[in-house]
Structures are given as structure tokens and as C-alpha cells.
Nanobody, 125 residues
Framework: QVQVVESGGGLVQAGGSLRLSCTASGFPFDDYAMGWFRQAPGKEREGVSSISWSGNNTFYTAPVKGRFTISRDNTKNTVYLQMDSLKPEDTATYYC??????????????????WGQGTQVTVSS
């Protein structure tokens, strides 16, 4: 049974930091790229960051470049998203997902097969 579980969300003031974690099971974790996505109320789900199965390649959407860092530990079946210098516009539900991406866009939700339930991140001004 596939499970993808996010944790680490919460309420933080602008300029603060949060570290999201995502632990997965039920599929060969180190064969899958892992991505973080977010969805704010009334908006479409957008790709935030992605990391290749090996961890050698990372991708970020422009608004978070230089502030967010994605990493993974294949020995723990876990991917992380370190979020620094948070802004109110980062407020959203953050989702973790797994996908076997070969040639597609690593920040495109349609490329991902397994999804978590999401964790809320709220940044106050």
C-alpha cells in the first residue's frame, strides 16, 4: 500500500523558516523523483520544487529560488523542503508527490503518481 505523508507545516511570521518532511512507503522510493507542490485557496496547484531520484538534480519555481532548498535521504525514504525567508504569499497547503519522470516537466503535477494529503503552511505578515 502506497503512503505519502507530509509533516512540518505550521504558522510562522514573515521572514521565518519551516522545514517540511515527507516520508513515503509502498513503492521503490529511490526510483522516483519527488516533488513539492502548493495550493492556495482559489488558485491552481503549482510546482514548488523537485528532486531527481538520485538527488543530483533539483528544480525550483522562480518565486522560491534562493529561499527554499529541497533534499532527500533515500535511506529513510524521506524528502525535505527547507523554507527560509518565508513570505505571506507562501501561504498554502503543501503537498508531496512521487513520480517516475523521464522527459517531462518536473514541476508539472500531472507527472506525479502518488500524493500525500498535504500540510498547511501559514505565513503571517
Amino acid at each position: 500500500q502506497v503512503q505519502v505523508v507530509e509533516s512540518g507545516g505550521g504558522l510562522v511570521q514573515a521572514g521565518g523558516s519551516l522545514r517540511l518532511s515527507c516520508t513515503a512507503s509502498g513503492f521503490p522510493f529511490d526510483d522516483y523523483a519527488m516533488g513539492w507542490f502548493r495550493q492556495a485557496p482559489g488558485k491552481e496547484r503549482e510546482g514548488v520544487s523537485s528532486i531527481s531520484w538520485s538527488g543530483n538534480n533539483t528544480f525550483y519555481t522562480a518565486p522560491v529560488k534562493g529561499r527554499f532548498t529541497i533534499s532527500r535521504d533515500n535511506t529513510k525514504n524521506t524528502v525535505y523542503l527547507q523554507m527560509d525567508s518565508l513570505k505571506p504569499e507562501d501561504t498554502a497547503t503543501y503537498y508531496c508527490a512521487a513520480g517516475r519522470i523521464r522527459f517531462g516537466d518536473p514541476l508539472e503535477p500531472k507527472e506525479y503518481n502518488f500524493w500525500g494529503q498535504g500540510t498547511q503552511v501559514t505565513v503571517s505578515s
